[in-house]
């Protein structure tokens, strides 16, 4: 479904993702994992159009050359991107937040609806809450919008960035159960960064170890769980006592 192709961003003039190269297959769940500033969420932002590219970068969604789309092209072709921080919008209902995410269907009214209606089965909170300001929500509620919010532009790639950060254990085990039944129930494919390392690879199909800029490993999730030296770096576990 997705394929990065020696994808190379910079920052000015300092160069962070130096030529990676990554594939999605419909209907997986894949992960990148790495250290803080390792380029996990440059890569997102890089897909999402966010970010230019440099010469000789390709990033292709079902073989079309997407490189050079601008953020609201990529959405267009049904990528969508939930973002690290959440960024949702304090001060717009949760209603409001989650029409703002299909803002490239407001003709489809009909069908903004029963996909909004399909959200509130999915997140019950949301339902609860659809009245109130995005920023009276909990921590765990804002994410869960902000994951909502991207599934109203019906993307077939969700990009996920850091769902976990900044929430307490068990809300982090909601999200990931969320994160499951959207891939196994719903058939969405899934692009994941995530900081907890263990969680993620627990529920990705393959995964992708991020080290400055370059991909250094790739496996299955389970073979990358069990690897020394992923243990040792990114679960903080002492495997050379």
């Known amino acids: 479904m997705l394929k990065l192709e020696n994808v190379k961003v910079a920052y000015s003039n300092i160069e962070v993702l130096h030529g990676i190269n990554i594939e999605v297959k419909k209907g997986e769940i894949v992960t990148i994992i790495g250290a803080n500033g390792a380029g996990k969420t440059t890569t997102l932002k890089s897909i999402a159009g966010v970010l230019p590219k440099k010469k000789g970068s390709r990033i292709l969604f079902h073989d079309k050359d997407i490189t050079n789309f601008l953020a609201e092209k990529v959405v267009a072709e049904r990528i969508s991107l939930s973002p690290e921080g959440r960024h949702i919008f304090p001060a717009l209902t949760v209603q409001d937040n989650l029409a703002m995410g299909a803002y490239l269907r407001f003709r489809d009214k009909k069908g903004i609806e029963e996909d909004m209606q ?88 393959r995964g992708y170890v991020l080290k400055n800029g370059e991909i250094v490993m790739s496996d299955t999730g389970a073979n990358l769980l069990k690897d020394d030296s992923v243990r040792a770096a990114y679960l903080g576990e002492n495997v050379y006592r």
């Open 118 to 205: 399909k959200i509130f089965k999915m997140f019950p909170r949301l339902e609860e809450r659809k009245k109130q300001l995005g920023k009276t929500l909990s921590g765990g509620e804002q994410q869960m919008l902000a994951i909502a919010r991207a599934l109203m532009s019906k993307p077939e790639l969700l990009m996920l960035d850091e769902p976990s950060t900044g929430l307490a254990p068990l809300i982090v085990q909601e999200i990931f159960q969320i994160i499951k039944k959207l891939n196994q129930k719903e058939g969405l494919t899934i692009l994941l960064v995530e900081q907890n390392a263990k969680m993620a690879l627990g529920v990705a199909d």
